[in-house]
Every structure is written in structure tokens, then in C-alpha cells.
């Protein structure tokens, strides 16, 4: 188990550092964040919405759809020169792959997201002093379920064409769940709500985690082996 | 792990199944005709909803049937990555996309029967919502196996997607549902007796029935057509 961890991390640092050597998906990821930050801006009538109502929704969509285009460098980097095979012929177990890949992508998306927050409380004008715990934890506790989803499907659409319209395709009916609760907990913490209001969404956010990071490990192996 | 490989269908063989799911559907086609004759002549029109109701006869068996398939997609995509039965992979395809033409029955019948009583043409009710996710999930099944050209890749990719669908629905259910509900609420499978007058469920029944023939029918020519494809594949390559 310990070694399974540290491979699992052996393969998470190395995505890490070859991410951080060339910097070109993190960097596109955060400024298309920032993009879909100010679009949102643009497409509400100042008159008609205040900004608070949209906020929700405008936080949510702007991490949903960062973190594809964060989740789609997971494979495909590992497309040029057979580096994906190369992978697989370690000798490590797919369980380790898959949560090294998972880890990966997690780092990937929490970074756009730790950008594309504070531009949101720019944009949006918020005072976060009191919800920002609780964003962050519905953040974190939404994110770890769709993420696990995408490393899967990840690892499909890199063996297709069109990879980087496929997942989207694949990925955003499994992103409702986490997206409709995480919408609904963000607009009850910036309206000041008693947690009694949130359980309920909660819950549902920490039961698919649990089920789909499970079910997603279970799967990984039929998927890269062949 | 390799998956078996496909036993070499022969076109003859490939032939007679398209030529038996040709038939059925062809019966069942002549049934929903039969059903409309026994809906508009035979039964009562609703009191409060007067003709619109009818489309209820096409638009709940649609529905039946659309999500009969899917859960069979799922099902037998579970058993696919246990048995690694090539047969699997080719009936959870024609099920699904002979499932999304239902869907699609389901999705546009739906709209015209909400207008004039809703008096609105979509609404995001839960039951509505979680069907258009359904459709647009097998969407995205198929547009992944069209997307993969290696027949072994392509079937445990789908296998995949299917489990992962199949788990999927109850979430979007739960969070959908905390919205609030539109959709009239189910009046034949629930705990107490259906509660529509015996005429109405006998139709009602009766287009189920013939929906379920369609289904099977569709399902047999379209599996028919993938063996050919796979004989016509394997003569060539010889």
C-alpha cells in the first residue's frame, strides 16, 4: 500500500514538473478562466441582474469549463513520442497510475481555481470575509468527483480524433451533479444561509465523490490496458 | 487481457437476423397504427385535457422503451467488461441507438403535448431535465464509438462509459429533483392501483406492448446490420 502511494506520487510529480517546465496548458487554462470571467460580465444586464444573483452560476461555469481544458493535457501530453506506453510498461500498478493521474489533474484544476477566484471577487465585487472557508471546501469537495470522471474519459479521448471535442462531449452530463449542487451551496453561502440548508447538497457532493472516484478506479485498468 | 475474438458471422447468417428484426418491427409498426385506431376510436377523451391527451399513448411507451434500452446498455456493458463477449459490445450499440431514435420520440412528443396544457414547450422539471441528460449521455456514447477505430479499444471504452452512465442517473435524478416537479406523477407504476380509467390503461398497455416489439425489432434488424458489416469486413480482408 505505502509503495502504491509513492508511486502514485512518482507519477503525479512527474506531470507536475513537465507541466511546469513548459507552462502552456496551466497558463491557457487560467487566462481562458479569467476570459470566461469577464464574457459573463458582458452578458448580464446590469440593470435587470445584479451581479450577486449571477455569481453563483458565473463562479461554477468559469470552473467547469477551465478545468476541461485543464483536464485534457493529462493524456494528451503523453501522446507524443508513445510516452503513454512507455507509462503503462512501468512497472506500476494501475491503481498508482490512475491516483498519480488523479492527483495530477487535481493539482491542475485546484490552481485554475485558485486563480479564477479572487479575478471572481474582483469582478463580481464580493466581500468573501465569511464565505470564503466555505467555498473553498465546496470547491474542493466538488471538484474531486468530476476530476476522477475526466482522468477516465481523459485517458479514452486521447486514443480518438478529436480528443479535445470528445471530452466535453463525454464529460459535461457527468459535471451536473457536482455543478447543480455546488451552484446551489455557493449561492446559500453568499446569502449568509444557516449549513442546515447546504446538508442536503452536501451530501449528495460527498456521495459522488465517493462513489465515482471508486467506480473510476475500478474502471481505469479496462480502459489503458488492452 | 484480450478479448475473444469475434466468431466469423457469415452474411447469410447476418441476412436471415435482419430479415427477422425487419418483420418485427414491421408488426409492431402495424400495432402503433392499431393503437391509435383503438386510442382515438376506442377510447375516452379526457375531460380536462380533451384531445391533446392522446399523444400520451406514443410519448409514455416511447419513454418506456427509450429507457428499457438504456438500462440494457448498461447492464450488458457491465457484462462486457466481465466476459469480454464481442456479441455484448454489438447489442449495447444497437440498443443505444436504437434508444436515442425513442429518446428522441420522447423529446419531441413531449413539448407538443406541454404547450397547450402548460402552456409552455419546455420547462426544467426534474423528470424532463434528467431525460435530456440521458439522451444527450448517449449522445456522447456514440459519438466516442464512432470516434475509435480499433474494435477491442472501441468496445471496452464504450463497456466503460455505459457503467459510468448507468451510475450517473440516480445523481442527476437526486440533484434535478430538489427542484421542483412538474411532470404529472406516475399513474401506473407506483404502490397504489393505476389510477386512469380501464380503457385508458388498456390502451396504454396495449401501446406499451407494441413500443416493446418496435424496440426488440429495431434492436435485431440493427444487430443484423453489424453482423453484415463484420462479415462484409472479414470477406474483405481475406
Known amino acids: 500500500m505505502r509503495e502504491a502511494i509513492r508511486l502514485a506520487l512518482v507519477v503525479a510529480a512527474k506531470d507536475v514538473k513537465a507541466e511546469l517546465r513548459s507552462k502552456t496548458a496551466l497558463l491557457s487554462a487560467t487566462v481562458f478562466g479569467a476570459l470566461v470571467l469577464v464574457i459573463f460580465n458582458f452578458a448580464r444586464d446590469p ?36 510516452a503513454f506506453d512507455g507509462l503503462l510498461l512501468a512497472p506500476v500498478p494501475r491503481g498508482a497510475l490512475f491516483a498519480g493521474k488523479l492527483l495530477a489533474n487535481l493539482a491542475f ?14 469582478f463580481f465585487n464580493l466581500d468573501l470575509s465569511r464565505a470564503l472557508g466555505g467555498i473553498v471546501g465546496t470547491a474542493i469537495l466538488a471538484t474531486i468527483g468530476f ?43 453568499l446569502a449568509d444561509r444557516p449549513l442546515s440548508e447546504m446538508l442536503g447538497w452536501l451530501r449528495i457532493l460527498a456521495a459522488y465523490d465517493v462513489v465515482f472516484v471508486t467506480v473510476a478506479a475500478l474502471v481505469f485498468s479496462s480502459v489503458v490496458d488492452e | ?44 377523451i379526457e375531460a380536462r ?52 431514435v425513442f429518446a428522441a420520440v420522447m423529446l419531441t412528443t413531449g413539448p407538443i403535448w406541454a404547450k397547450p396544457i402548460w402552456g409552455t414547450w419546455w420547462t426544467w422539471d426534474a423528470r424532463l431535465t434528467l431525460t435530456l441528460f440521458l439522451f444527450f ?58 389510477s386512469l380509467p380501464s380503457e385508458m390503461l388498456r390502451t396504454l398497455l396495449v401501446s406499451t406492448l407494441m413500443f416493446t416489439l418496435l424496440y426488440i425489432g429495431l434492436v435485431t434488424l440493427r444487430y443484423g446490420i453489424g453482423l453484415a458489416a463484420d462479415a462484409r469486413e472479414e470477406r474483405d480482408a481475406a
Do not use: C
Not at chain 2, 447469410?12 to 408488426?27: D, F, L, T
Not at chain 2, 391527451?53 to 448498461?74: D, T
Not at chain 2, 464509438?145 to 437526486?174: K, Q
Open chain 2, 49 to 100: 385535457q380533451g384531445l391533446a391527451q392522446k399523444i400520451f399513448y406514443l410519448h409514455v411507451p416511447a419513454a418506456w422503451s427509450a429507457l428499457l434500452a438504456f438500462s440494457l446498455v448498461g447492464i450488458v456493458s457491465a457484462l462486457y467488461l466481465w466476459l469480454h463477449d464481442p456479441r455484448l459490445d454489438l447489442f449495447a450499440a444497437s440498443s443505444a441507438e436504437v434508444g436515442l
Open chain 2, 1 to 44: 487481457m484480450t478479448a475473444a475474438a469475434l466468431p466469423t458471422p457469415s452474411l447469410e447468417r447476418a441476412h436471415a437476423v435482419m430479415r427477422r428484426g425487419r418483420v418485427i418491427s414491421a408488426v409492431a409498426l402495424l400495432g402503433i397504427a392499431g393503437v391509435y385506431v383503438m386510442a382515438l376510436g376506442f377510447t375516452p
Open chain 1, 47 to 82: 440593470t435587470a441582474l445584479s451581479s450577486t444573483d449571477l455569481a453563483p452560476s458565473a463562479l461554477w461555469v468559469t470552473f467547469a469549463f477551465a478545468a476541461m481544458i485543464a483536464m485534457n493535457r493529462a493524456f494528451t501530453v503523453e501522446r507524443e513520442h508513445g
Open chain 2, 137 to 194: 449521455l448517449f449522445v456522447g456514447y456514440l459519438s466516442l464509438r464512432t470516434a475509435v477505430h480499433d474494435r477491442h479499444e472501441r468496445a471496452r471504452f464504450s463497456a466503460v462509459v455505459g457503467i459510468m452512465g448507468m451510475i450517473l442517473v440516480p445523481f442527476v435524478h437526486l440533484s434535478v429533483y430538489l427542484f421542483r416537479t412538474l411532470h404529472p406523477q406516475p399513474i401506473v407504476l407506483k404502490p397504489s392501483a393505476p
Open chain 1, 147 to 189: 476530476v476522477a470522471v475526466g482522468t477516465v474519459f481523459g485517458a479514452m479521448v486521447v486514443r480518438t480524433r478529436f480528443a479535445e471535442l470528445l471530452l466535453p462531449v463525454l464529460l459535461l452530463p457527468f459535471m451536473v451533479p457536482p455543478l447543480v449542487g455546488a451552484v446551489q451551496v455557493t449561492s446559500r453561502l
Open chain 1, 109 to 122: 484544476v485546484g490552481v485554475v481555481e485558485a486563480v479564477a477566484l479572487p479575478l471572481f471577487v474582483l
